[in-house]
């Protein structure tokens, strides 16, 4: 496999949290419109953005220059023709253990999240896959010629029939440490058992799938003006060089017609994303403010707990979503799952919760948990057989602790009762 030859124009300080989103693209000559795509994605729930910049003339560094002294972005030199896939291998095993999961998507398409504002948030419902397809939703140039002033967001806002073939196509937000390599721009190839999702848990073996954008989808500028699309064209593809790989000029015209359906689900964000454009102070603070520290660590438990005892369950999962993107211990994350999933009566999702504790070490209270499960669905002898591995495992802690002593000889003759009543 060929090594990518990048070099990274600077090195931030090290976080000692591992990020939960990354972005990460590659770049020529976008320097009209790196600044919106970065700024739209640190306020969607990236905490770092990646940029492979491909040769522009002049360099990115200078357009993104304060990002990479605050740390927002990470900028690798790279030079030559067909460094997409080779820039993408190099972003996986250089961030392996330090983000959960990394986006791979071009400077002309923006995750949009529709469930949520962050979308880390929904990036939480995926952590038992590989992968997660998202859907392009394809814009158009809303008759455009020359380059509009302002964001795209707002300047394109028409976009091609939801059942058009275009948007079949998927990108992937990945976690690194489930993936070999890089397939193509849109799609990986996973480490076994692993393997890509859509939004609806149906696997993605290929480039395409099913359309479906009910929680997120990704907006693609593709054409932006005829200006902007003649200039693309002729700088040519990050992942192709050869002839196949060339796109016509005249291939602009069909949108016009086509791509006529009005969109303005990106609004909200483009509003947002207007204020903080030419205002990097303001940027940072809105940052800052969203970050998480133990206060507001506590602050989300206290919600969840408080739900969860007036029996509101969504509400509940909710904030333990907020909590899942920042706490470091997935062990907490898990047993609170436990507890929402126990209210909803839910005792399969309730099993798999304990199983992903229990995977990690044996716990205590999850070994409880487990066993007043099986004597709740009348698997006695399996309830009976766990019991005996508690006192057993836990014997120290038992003969000095009194309310877990007291707590076993009760749920032992709860399931003595029940046998013997069989």
Not at 102 to 116: M, Q, S, T
Request: some cysteine; proline content about 3%.
């Amino acid at each position: 496999m060929r090594q990518a030859q990048s070099r990274r124009v600077h090195q931030p300080k090290p976080k000692r949290r591992m990020n939960y989103l990354s972005v990460c693209c590659i770049a020529k000559d976008e320097h009209p419109f790196i600044r919106e795509w970065i700024n739209h994605h640190l306020l969607v729930g990236a905490e770092k953005i990646i940029i492979f910049d491909n040769g522009s003339s002049p360099g990115l560094r200078d357009s993104v220059r304060e990002y990479v002294e605050h740390g927002f972005v990470d900028l690798f030199e790279i030079q030559g023709k067909e460094q997409q896939i080779i820039a993408y291998d190099c972003c996986l095993r250089e961030y392996e253990g330090k983000t959960k999961w990394i986006a791979f998507i071009d400077v002309d398409e923006f995750l949009i999240p529709k469930k949520y504002t962050d979308v880390r948030m929904i990036l939480t419902d995926y952590e038992d896959f590989g992968g997660l397809g998202v859907h392009w939703v394809e814009f158009g140039s809303s008759g455009h010629l020359t380059r509009p002033e302002g964001m795209q967001l707002k300047s394109y806002v028409h976009r091609f029939p939801l059942d058009h073939p275009k948007n079949m196509h998927i990108k992937s937000i990945v976690q690194p440490g489930r993936v070999k390599s890089a397939c193509d721009p849109h799609q990986f190839i996973y480490n076994e058992p692993w393997f890509c999702v859509d939004e609806n848990n149906f696997p993605l073996a290929e480039s395409q799938g099913p359309f479906t954008a009910r929680d997120i989808q990704l907006n693609h500028y593709y054409y932006r003006s005829q200006e902007d699309y003649c200039r693309k064209l002729d700088r040519g593809r990050a992942d192709r060089a050869d002839e196949d790989g060339k796109r016509r000029h005249e291939a602009f015209f069909p949108q016009l017609t086509r791509a006529t359906i009005l969109d303005t689900c990106a609004d909200k964000f483009a509003r947002e994303g207007e204020a903080i454009l030419s205002n990097f102070e303001l940027l940072k603070s809105t940052i800052t403010s969203r970050s998480s520290d133990k206060k507001s660590l506590q602050i989300y438990y206290d919600k969840i707990f408080k739900n969860l005892s007036l029996g509101k369950t969504e509400i509940a999962r909710y904030w333990l979503k907020k909590v899942a993107i920042h706490e470091k211990k997935s062990d907490i994350v898990d047993y609170v799952n436990f507890k929402i999933c126990k209210k909803e009566n839910d005792l399969n999702n309730s099993i798999k919760c304990l199983h992903k504790i229990l995977q990690r070490h044996t716990d205590y209270d999850s070994c409880i948990e487990y066993t007043k499960i099986q004597v709740h669905k009348k698997k006695l002898d399996e309830a009976k057989s766990m019991l005996s591995y508690i006192k057993w495992r836990f014997r120290d802690i038992l003969k000095s602790d009194t309310n877990m002593s007291q707590q076993i000889s009760r749920l032992d003759q709860e399931i003595n009762d029940r046998i013997n009543t069989k």
